[in-house]
């Protein structure tokens, strides 16, 4: 007789599969792409399948593929894909994950695609740019001095050392009433003429920062990408002007190809005479290094960059003393953001005055944003200061995604503030968008639908800067993280009576109170959503409801049967098997599995499917 | 005093005299105007992290709040320890401090004195607020460096370097006496201390009076 086996095959067969990771990206535009359904579809999709102990899924910083968010990576195998929908979930794990097949239509390239390289029939995208900062990006070949050269590079630094002194140098900088692009814009001229002044010591530093530590922001990448040596030739005639001996480029650790270039521009420089001692036949000296950031937010701000440089740990300390008369070792140093320091160059060349004639009356030149978010064109962008939102949003974007409606858009960055669809027609400069309630940052520009839950957007940034704080001051350290704990009450329903009041209170204090930028910021996206959008908060917390429906804990799946034709395209679409039911016949939602992720609400052709919120009377 | 040096300040309607290079807090507590502090200490250099030293400052027609601990006075300027503004901001402070260590005597003072009721925070339990005393005091009265700041943000601790047995600690105690939480949590801090150093034999405590000592 043949002996039974021992063991009855267990009921869900696990499927064989080497050990992968899944990176769900979560920079800015993924998450308002909705990478965080995605993570719990995952997750709750490997858990159905038992295959969670094999295939982990992480998040991820964002890789500059926001114009195909949200964007997920598959290691080791080091494939990429983009415009992931919840109802890809599963084919994702069946087809790659089990069976190994690359699926075509979700693959991005291996390049980020940069708009300088889309096709033109993005006419409408370019109409509205004026190109000074990203002057040469996709013309020239970035590792290539001569392509720079041959495009007028260098010439603003022949110019200066041969006809300028440096103090004309700073002069005509401060015509041109450039100011910095590293966020808080003070002006350069003036920054400049401090530290030349400066009497603290003979010798002398510039800093270009090149931390960038935005998620979802990759101008300063881009330009170190696309043109290195627009920067270098800032810097160097910053060192001349100042009477800098010594320059470092702090460069975000994540960006391998922006290291290879600059420090590829910087020994370029050096073979042509234009760094190193004697310059240009002169008797001007001045070299840079290269400097690998630490990877922290935090080491973005001035004082903990220069800190992170000298080796210590990358905290801030307090101002004053400034940079400009106690910065690097105790010396006089002077720090610009990579934009600011690339817009040198065509100031001295072309005169202060030709680049006073472009923007506002406080606000010259122009700014690069980086578009993302539910706008039908994303990528970096160049406008003058004063551009409108509408201009930003409807003639370069395009308009939103889908022809939504406009609901909001936030600048600035992670403690930039949400600016309403009705301040459209704001022209963007630093003083207007510090009236709006917001800041200009380094330009981060998230187009926002009506589908966005204002409250759910102040919770992931402020979770981000509470994340990132250093934890060296009381009011970011514990203040950030109270209210954090009252914004997770918020959106899971179970915010009370006071709590919009203690989130503002508190909000202020970490304004007024921070020791460090990041704090004082940090309230940003809080108070312009208080606002602008407190009927929001208040829904939630008295009515218990989401408007934007996104606030999983206040949404329930249903299915409404009198629309329900028992097609099963939900039933292939839930990645936990939560719907069943047989064909042609109203189908089943199992709430007690239903992860909320949204996917059959957002496949039913039938609207049969209601995501509607809770009512509590 | 060279008369350039010399610079005149105004501290709540007081017009004072300071020197240049003295900061508000320091002029302040010369004319006898209390500012409450956390982390601020003579003997060590100004850390201007607890913020509980706030003051608004008006310069040329503009108002800022600034930690009168590290803010140099300048020539001009007009302070006040005691706005409403103010007076809101130490209040949050210390019921955010308070809510991270309940039990730490100088917070709960602090907290009578603000006329603070209510904590509307979940209460955490630990026993140490952050203001880096014992961290400068190794380093710059004692010249050993053996405890710094690990982690970020609320996770952020005090550590010997790496998280690892500090062989530089000598077992002086002067972290542990700096400590202003040590009223109320003496035992606790030298267990930090031990903690810190990873070297329980450095510390004993006396079996008769029970104090702690340093057993090198
Ligand atoms: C938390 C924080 C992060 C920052 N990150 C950056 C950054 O990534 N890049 C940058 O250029 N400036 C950053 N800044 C601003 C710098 O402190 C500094 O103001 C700037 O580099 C000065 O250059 P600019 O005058 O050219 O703008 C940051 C500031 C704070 C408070
Ligand atoms: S504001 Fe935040 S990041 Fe800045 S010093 Fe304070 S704790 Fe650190
Ligand atoms: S006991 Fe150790 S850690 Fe404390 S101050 Fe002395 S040497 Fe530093
Ligand atoms: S252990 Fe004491 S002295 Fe050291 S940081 Fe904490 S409270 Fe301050
Ligand atoms: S790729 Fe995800 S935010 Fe940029
Ligand atoms: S005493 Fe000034 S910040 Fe702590």
């Known amino acids: 007789m043949i002996r039974k086996a021992k063991h009855k095959t267990p009921r869900k067969t696990k499927a064989k599969v080497a050990s992968k990771t899944i990176n769900i990206c979560h920079g800015t535009s993924c998450i308002e792409a909705g990478s965080g359904q995605l993570e719990v579809a995952f997750e709750a999709a490997l858990r159905h399948k038992s295959l969670s102990a094999d295939v982990k899924v992480r998040p991820g910083r964002c890789m500059g593929y926001c114009h195909v968010a949200p964007v997920l990576t598959i290691e080791p195998d080091g494939v990429t894909y983009g415009n992931v929908k919840l109802s890809d979930v599963e084919r994702i794990i069946d087809k790659h994950v089990i069976g190994g097949k690359i699926l075509k239509d979700l693959l991005v390239p291996a390049e980020p695609a940069y708009p300088s390289l889309q096709p033109l029939s993005r006419a409408g995208f370019f109409e509205k740019q004026v190109l000074i900062v990203m002057r040469n990006r996709g013309r020239i070949d970035p590792e290539s001095i001569e392509d720079y050269i041959a495009n007028d590079g260098y010439q603003a630094l022949a110019k200066a050392v041969s006809e300028m002194e440096p103090e004309q140098v700073i002069d005509e900088v401060k015509r041109a009433d450039l100011r910095g692009r590293g ?43 696309s043109d290195p040596h627009a920067v270098v030739e800032g810097m160097i005639l910053g060192a001349y002007a100042i009477g800098a001996s010594h320059g470092f480029v702090y460069v975000r650790e994540e960006y391998p ?51 992170s440089i000298e080796g210590k740990d990358g905290r801030p300390r307090p101002r004053p003393p400034f940079p400009a008369e106690r910065g690097l070792w105790g010396c006089p140093t002077n720090i610009n953001n990579v934009e600011t320091w690339a817009n040198v160059p065509p100031i001295i060349l072309k005169g202060g005055e030709w680049y006073a004639s472009i923007g506002t009356a406080k606000s010259k030149g122009t700014k690069v944003f980086s578009l993302v978010g539910k706008v039908k064109n994303t990528g970096l962008i160049e406008v003058p200061m004063g551009t409108t939102l509408r201009e930003i949003i409807y003639d370069i974007g395009g308009g939103v995604l889908r022809d939504r409606k406009l609901k909001a858009v936030q600048t600035g960055g992670p403690s930039g503030g949400c600016i309403p669809a009705s301040l459209i027609d704001l022209p963007v400069d630093y003083e207007e968008l510090s009236k709006a309630g917001s800041i200009m940052g380094s330009g981060g520009l998230i187009v926002m639908d009506e589908d966005t839950c204002m409250v759910d957007v102040a919770r992931y940034f402020v979770r981000f800067l509470e994340e990132e704080s250093c934890g060296k001051c009381t009011p970011c350290r514990e203040g950030l993280t109270r209210m954090r704990q009252i914004l997770d009450r918020i959106v899971e329903g179970k915010g009370k009576k006071g709590d919009i009041e203690l989130l503002e209170a508190l909000a202020k204090v970490v304004k007024d109170a921070s020791l460090c930028g990041l704090g004082a910021t940090a309230p940003n996206p809080v108070l312009s959503t208080l606002k602008y959008f407190r009927d929001e908060y208040e829904a939630h917390v008295y009515r218990k409801r989401c408007p934007a429906k996104v606030c999983k804990a206040l949404i329930v799946y249903r299915v409404i049967p009198e629309k329900c034709t028992g097609c099963q395209r939900c039933v292939r679409a839930c990645p936990v098997g939560a719907i069943s039911g047989p064909r042609a016949q109203p189908h089943n939602l199992d709430q007690s599995l239903c992860i909320k992720c949204g996917a059959c609400y957002e496949v039913c052709k039938f609207d049969a499917i209601a995501g509607d919120a809770i009512y509590v009377e | 005093m060279k008369r350039e040096d010399s610079m005149r300040i105004t501290i709540d309607g007081r017009r004072r005299r300071a020197e240049r290079g003295q900061t508000i807090l320091e002029v302040a507590r010369e004319a006898g105007i209390e500012i409450p502090t956390l982390c601020y200490h003579e003997a060590l250099t100004p850390w201007g992290a607890c913020r509980l030293c706030v003051v608004e400052t008006s310069m040329g027609g503009r108002t800022r709040i600034v930690a009168s601990c590290v803010t140099p006075a300048e020539d001009g300027m007009v302070v006040r320890t005691d706005t409403d503004r103010i ?49 400068r005091a190794c380093s710059e009265i004692v010249g050993v460096g053996a405890i710094d700041f690990a982690y970020r943000g609320v996770k952020t601790d005090v550590e010997p370097p790496f998280g690892v047995t500090s062989s530089a600690c000598i077992g002086c105690g002067t972290c542990t006496t700096i400590c202003p939480a040590r009223t109320l949590t003496l035992e606790k801090v030298f267990a930090r201390r031990t903690m810190h150093c990873k070297k329980e034999e450095i510390v004993g405590r006396c079996t008769i009076c029970e104090s702690y000592y340093s057993g090198v």
């Open chain 1, 183 to 225: 966020g808080a814009g003070f002006p350069t001229g003036l920054k400049w003429e401090i530290c030349r002044r400066s009497k603290t010591s003979e010798t002398k530093y510039i800093v270009c920062n090149a931390d960038e530590g935005d998620p979802g922001a990759f101008m300063d990448r881009s330009l170190l990408e």
């Open chain 1, 257 to 307: 190809i922006a290291l290879e270039r600059i420090v590829g521009a910087i020994e370029a420089a050096r073979d042509y005479g234009l760094l190193g001692e004697g310059i240009l036949g002169s008797d001007f000296s001045f070299d840079i290094s290269v400097v690998r950031g630490a990877g922290a937010f935090v080491c973005g701000e001035e004082t903990a960059l220069m800190a």
């Open chain 2, 87 to 135: 007076r809101d901001i130490r209040k949050m402070i210390i019921t955010l401090l308070l809510a991270r260590c309940p039990g730490i005597e100088i917070l709960k003072s602090y907290a009578r004195q603000f006329g603070i009721k209510r904590i509307p925070f979940e209460k955490g339990s630990e026993d140490c607020f952050l203001c880096g005393m014992c961290v």
